[in-house]
C-alpha cells in the first residue's frame, strides 16, 4: 500500500470518528436532528451499533486513501494539509451539494454536513503530519 504508516491510519480514522461525535452531538446535533426533523426518540430507536460500528469502517476506509495518496507525494505541512482539505472541497462537498440539492435539503443542513467533512479531513491530514504517512 505505497507504504502508508498503519498507526497514521488508525489514530486518523479514530480522529475522524471522534470529531464526529463532536460534531453531531454537542456542537450542532439538535441543528442536524431540527434539520431533519428527527426527535431523539426516533434516534434512540435506531440500531446503534450498526450506525457506528458502520461510521468508524467508514473512517477507516477513509483514512487508508487518504494514507496511500499521501504515501506517494513527498508532502510537507503545506501539500499534506492541502490535499486533505482538499479532497474533502473537491470531492466531498460537491457530491453532498448536488444530493443536497436534488432532495431538496436545508443550506443550513448542507452547511453542517459540509463543515464536518472539512474539520474531517483536516484533522486527518494533520495526524498523517504529525504520525508520518
Do not use: C
Not at 491510519?9 to 450542532?28: R, S
Not at 436545508?106 to 484533522?123: C, K, N, Q, T
Amino acid at each position: 500500500m505505497a507504504n502508508a504508516n498503519l498507526l497514521a491510519i488508525l489514530v486518523a480514522a479514530a480522529t475522524g470518528f471522534l470529531i464526529g461525535g463532536l460534531w453531531y452531538g454537542p456542537l450542532f446535533g439538535k441543528a442536524w436532528m431540527a434539520e431533519h426533523g428527527f426527535t431523539e426518540e426516533q434516534l434512540r430507536g435506531s440500531n446503534m451499533f450498526k450506525i457506528y460500528g458502520l461510521t468508524f469502517s467508514f473512517s477507516v476506509l477513509s483514512a487508508v486513501f487518504l494514507g496511500h495518496l499521501l504515501a506517494f507525494f513527498d508532502t510537507n505541512t503545506r501539500s499534506t494539509l492541502m490535499i486533505s482539505v482538499g479532497i474533502s472541497f473537491g470531492y466531498i462537498i460537491p457530491a453532498i451539494g448536488t444530493n443536497y440539492l436534488f432532495s431538496r435539503k436545508s443550506g443550513r443542513l448542507f452547511a453542517i454536513d459540509a463543515g464536518y467533512w472539512i474539520v474531517f479531513y483536516a484533522a486527518m491530514g494533520l495526524v498523517f503530519l504529525i504520525l508520518g504517512h
